[in-house]
């Protein structure tokens, strides 16, 4: 059965958390040095203009004013126009050509995580305290240990400077015009549906390094989640009454215990997508990548305020769409956690 | 027992004593016989040791200076120097060493402030309840709505760049903050249902006085557990925003902003040491303090300690 009234619940707790978000990120910009009315206008504009723009953008009402017209505003999804990276483009328009690029990363990386953070973590648990438990178990913590501005770069080295078989950065070779193709501004996904093989290989191989160092972090995080709670799961009366009755050991282990230990599992999916998101931010510096996250960066450091509160805002939004879903998951999966 | 009048009698009671209670205590003896445990923590002790030697012996002018001319520049590693030199023909050794000191620096100073302010946060939020546990909590959710570095990044605007690392640790330290709340709180929360705690009440202690001298101790051990993870995340999260330039002044020797200019200027020249080095310590520090971290939690959580059969 679907939990409606758990998911009602859950959407109402959350209008409070929201309102705060935008409250800190307009506290934050109205703290941050700089005027606004400079930043677009340039150093060498009359005072007159400053003072036109300065009327236009609202920043001569008081404090309040300004803070009821971004609440309504951010509840419209309306950012304003960019500053100076997209000189009059709305911020939403800027943030729909580079928040797919994001998640695409997002999404490789956690697919690779999951994809090898759960067999290893099963491993690990069915061979507690070998070494191969061990092996696993340090493995993971090296790979939550290694930044990616590190691994990333000599990953880069190896395999496209010395090895020379992988691209260096980018999301696909520049010969190729991704713009033409656009449909949802994921470049694997646009270039399978343009049915362009060359290109979707370009496209998959410029993805490997980047998914590789995003998802290394999910995949440890993921697999020590799923050790313990594999471990957990097999001290459970019904893994024993279920061996008592003469079910061998490995289907006992895949059918009841796998699937009772996946559900903890699938909160630490949600609390790491929002490392996955600041991952995402390194990952793109590194590999050149013009996602949400080199768009923040740049953003602040020239000042673009609408860029930084919109692109700020949305991974905010994100993060908690994402653990309201998973919150959702989790109690469909054991309906205790409902009461 | 004054130290200096000590009989051979007594010293073996007094570290017999320190054996007993290290055995009868379950984490400790738990974390002792954690071989992985125990390699983070030489990790670390290696670090600060390296962090004070450089601190120490080390002119922090003449390692940040450029040493054009000088030195042989962009040298690899040889055995003059060891991991070569960088673009301003710096030896890259000394730097790498004297990172050390500001990764340790920044990070208890990160750590140390978030723990005292979630510290205090949570446990009020515990005793006080309703409201106050209301306002305060709620806040904590709304920071921790955000994902931490893009919170960092924000909030890091903020300050003006001359305060260079510190504005990234003040930024980090809101950041780590409600991480600290949540985790007190609930260890607060159980250990106020204790009889005692109504006793010390009931005898007539002050709030301040049943909160620093009964509930707090009590959440000693989440609270270190808590401290030690975060740590490396500190260290990480310092040198991912000088990385990205929202950190370390230029010509700081701090591991992040090495690795930046290692990257950017010469490892796809081929200069690779310039970056590796700086990682490689970061990394390493780093993964001293997850294992140490993650053998306490396992210390900690009772149900890791029983063999399974």
Redesign the interface.
């Known amino acids: 059965m679907f939990p409606k009234r758990f998911v009602l619940k859950r959407l109402l707790l959350l209008v409070p958390v929201l309102i705060g978000v935008a409250t800190l990120v307009f506290s934050i910009l109205h703290l941050s040095p700089g005027d606004p009315a400079l930043t677009i206008a340039g150093e060498r504009a009359s005072q007159e203009f400053v003072e036109r723009i300065r009327a236009d953008l609202g920043l001569n009402d008081p404090i309040w004013v300004q803070y009821i017209d971004f609440l309504g505003n951010v509840a419209q999804f309306d950012f304003g126009e960019s500053y100076v990276i997209n000189r009059n483009t709305s911020v939403r328009e800027v943030l729909a050509d580079t928040l797919p690029v994001t998640l695409e990363l997002a999404l490789y990386g956690q697919l690779f995580g999951i994809l090898f953070g759960i067999p290893l973590g099963v491993l690990s648990a069915v061979k507690q305290d070998t070494i191969t438990d061990h092996a696993t178990r340090v493995g993971a913590l090296t790979g939550i240990s290694v930044p990616i501005f590190w691994s990333g770069p000599l990953l880069i080295l190896l395999f496209a400077q010395v090895l020379g078989i992988l691209p260096t950065s980018g999301r696909i070779s520049s010969t190729y015009n991704v713009a033409a193709i656009r449909v949802t501004g994921m470049v694997t996904i646009d270039t399978l549906i343009a049915g362009d093989w060359e290109m979707f290989r370009s496209a998959v191989r410029h993805m490997l390094l980047p998914s590789l160092v995003i998802g290394v972090y999910s995949m440890a995080l993921i697999s020590r989640m799923m050790r313990s709670s594999m471990l957990e799961v097999v001290r459970q009366d019904y893994m024993r009454t279920a061996r008592a009755k003469g079910q061998g050991a490995k289907i006992t282990v895949l059918k009841h215990g796998f699937r009772n230990a996946l559900i903890p599992v699938v909160t630490i999916i949600g609390i790491q997508f929002g490392g996955l998101l600041g991952g995402a931010v390194l990952t793109e510096t590194v590999f050149a990548i013009g996602g949400i996250g080199t768009l923040l960066v740049e953003a602040i450091e020239v000042g673009d305020y609408p860029i930084v509160q919109g692109t700020v805002l949305t991974f905010a939004f994100l993060f908690t769409l994402v653990n309201l879903v998973v919150d959702v998951t989790y109690s469909y999966l054991d309906p205790r956690i409902q009461q | 027992m004054s130290t200096e009048t000590l009989t051979d009698g007594e010293a073996e009671t007094a570290s017999r004593g320190l054996v007993d209670r290290v055995r009868a205590s379950p984490f400790l003896s738990q974390l002792l016989s954690n071989r992985?445990a125990l390699a983070g923590l030489a990790i670390i002790l290696a670090m600060i040791v390296i962090a004070v030697y450089a601190r120490l012996t080390l002119d922090l002018e003449v390692i940040s200076r450029s040493q054009l001319g000088t030195n042989p520049n962009r040298a690899a590693p040889s055995l003059e120097y060891p991991f070569g030199t960088d673009g301003q023909a710096r030896a890259l050794l000394p730097r790498v060493a004297y990172g050390a000191w500001y990764a340790m620096l920044f990070g208890t100073v990160t750590v140390g402030a978030s723990t005292v302010l979630g510290v205090g946060l949570g446990i009020v939020a515990a005793y006080y309840g309703d409201i106050t546990d209301n306002v305060i909590m709620?806040?904590m959710?709304?920071?921790l709505?955000?994902?931490?570095?893009?919170?960092a990044?924000?909030?890091?605007?903020?300050f003006?760049d001359e305060l260079g690392l510190w504005r990234a640790v003040a930024a980090l330290t809101l950041v780590y903050t409600p991480r600290f709340a949540r985790v007190v709180r609930g260890a607060a929360l159980t250990v106020l249902e204790n009889e005692y705690i109504d006793a010390t009440v009931a005898l007539g202690a002050t709030d301040p006085r049943v909160l620093v001298r009964h509930v707090l101790p009590n959440c000693l051990a989440p609270i270190t557990v808590q401290s030690t993870l975060n740590f490396?995340l500190a260290i990480?999260d310092l040198?991912?925003l000088s990385?990205?330039?929202?950190g370390a002044s230029a010509g700081t020797p701090s591991w992040?902003l090495m690795?930046?200019n290692g990257?950017s200027q010469g490892?796809?020249t081929?200069v690779?040491w310039w970056?590796?080095f700086p990682?490689?310590f970061?990394?390493?520090t780093?993964?001293g303090f997850?294992?140490l971290g993650?053998g306490m939690r396992d210390a900690l959580d009772p149900?890791?300690r029983?063999a399974?059969d």
């Open positions: 992985l709620r806040t959710d709304v920071l709505a955000f994902p931490s570095l893009l919170l990044l924000a909030l890091v605007s903020i003006p490396g990480i040198a991912a990385f990205l330039g929202f992040g690795l930046s990257v490892l796809l081929g690779w970056s590796f990682g490689l970061l990394a390493l780093v993964l997850n294992l993650d149900r890791m029983e399974v």
